[in-house]
Nanobody, 125 residues
């Protein structure tokens, strides 16, 4: 089992920044990649960014490219999501997720095995 706890959400004005943190514990040696997803009211959960746990390979959704940066600190078992130039369309609950298998796509939330409880991000106009 892998436990994930997100933090860092909140209310920010358009154009502002937030940094989300995801602390992982448990069988973290089994994790292949970590991802961030988000879900706005009435919408499906969507991929934001992901990073390979060992090696640093990253992947971003088009909506996140150039504005968000995912990074990891394996010594602290933590994954960060730095979000800049936020706009109201970024308002959602943001979830951290852990993926065990290496041979499935990173974009599909169904391919992730463990999830955090989520943290609310609200961007005001």
């Amino acid at each position: 089992q892998v436990q994930l706890i997100e933090s860092g959400g909140g209310l920010v004005q358009a154009g502002g920044s937030l940094r989300l943190s995801c602390a992982a514990s448990g069988r973290t040696f089994s994790v292949y990649a970590m991802g961030w997803f988000r879900q706005a009211p009435g919408k499906e959960r969507e991929f934001v960014a992901a990073i390979r746990w060992s090696g640093g390979t990253t992947l971003y959704a088009d909506s996140a490219k150039g504005r968000f940066t995912i990074s990891r600190d394996t010594a602290k078992n933590t994954v960060l999501l730095q979000m800049n130039s936020l706009n109201p369309e970024d308002t959602a609950v943001y979830y951290c997720a852990a993926k065990i298998r290496y041979d499935t796509t990173w974009f599909d939330p169904g391919n992730y095995d463990y999830w955090g409880q989520g943290t609310q991000v609200t961007v005001s106009s």
